[in-house]
Structure formats: structure tokens, C-alpha cells
């Protein structure tokens, strides 16, 4: 499995774990820009949610993606 989901799912401050990424992190991750990733978003090719006008995607879609790679199913 590629190290990047384990990077992502540490405990933040206090206990509080990580469950989404930005756009840009996401793009940093697969060695992207934060413009692929909000393309991705808007052909409905990963899921995400929108918070005060900012996209967040949940670290799941980080695995699927992942898998999607590895030969498994989306």
C-alpha cells in the first residue's frame, strides 16, 4: 500500500484525527496540481464537500483512488 494514507491519518493536537484534505494536498500527494484535483471533483470522480467555498475531501477517497491504481475496483 502506498505510505501516503498513514502520513495523512496522524493525531492532530489533542487526539483529533485528520478524516479530509484539501484540494492542494491532494494534488501534493500524487505529485499534481490543486487544479487536477478540483477537476477531479467537478467530474464527479471523487467525492468531497464544500465548507465556506472550500472543497474537502474525505481520506477515503485517497484509499479508493489508491486502489483504483493498484487494479481494484472504484
Not at 29 to 43: A, M, Q, T, V
Not at 45 to 56: H, P
Request: glycine letters at 8%; hydrophobic letters at 40%.
Amino acid at each position: 500500500m502506498f505510505p501516503f494514507p498513514l502520513m495523512i491519518d496522524t493525531a492532530l493536537d489533542e487526539g483529533i484525527v485528520q478524516k479530509t484534505i484539501t484540494p492542494r494536498e491532494l494534488g501534493d500527494l500524487f505529485g499534481k496540481s490543486p487544479r487536477w484535483s478540483r477537476k477531479l471533483i467537478r467530474e464527479n470522480r471523487i467525492e468531497a464537500i464544500k465548507v465556506f467555498g472550500n472543497y474537502l475531501i474525505p481520506i477515503t477517497e485517497v484509499d479508493r483512488i489508491l486502489e483504483c491504481a493498484e487494479g481494484g475496483e472504484a
